[in-house]
């Protein structure tokens, strides 16, 4: 099925796209430094409801001349254990 968030891009572009959102997914939380704001680090994890469907996500973000690499591990794990902690307050149960 076509998706339009990927209508009037490249096909380079729509790998490049698939793999960072593989990536993503394998990981469980993002972290992005300017991305979205010029100068901002970014951290986010999926929040999920009872069926495993995502349903907004948790954010954190700071000016990026005060991180490091430690502190955006950091806080990643913290991110992911609170939207962890929301999802399961959902409904949501992972698969075992």
Do not use: C
């Amino acid at each position: 099925m076509p998706s339009p968030v990927l209508d009037g891009i490249t096909e380079p572009e729509r790998t490049a796209l698939r793999a960072a959102l593989d990536r993503a997914r394998s990981a469980g939380v993002v972290i992005s430094h300017g991305e979205r704001f010029a100068g901002a680090v970014g951290v986010a994890a999926p929040i999920r409801d009872a069926t495993g469907g995502v349903i907004g996500d948790l954010v954190a973000g700071w000016p990026d001349n005060r991180t490091d690499a430690g502190k955006e591990q950091r806080v990643a794990a913290a991110i992911v254990d609170a939207a962890g902690s929301l999802s399961r307050a959902l409904g949501y149960r992972a698969a075992t």
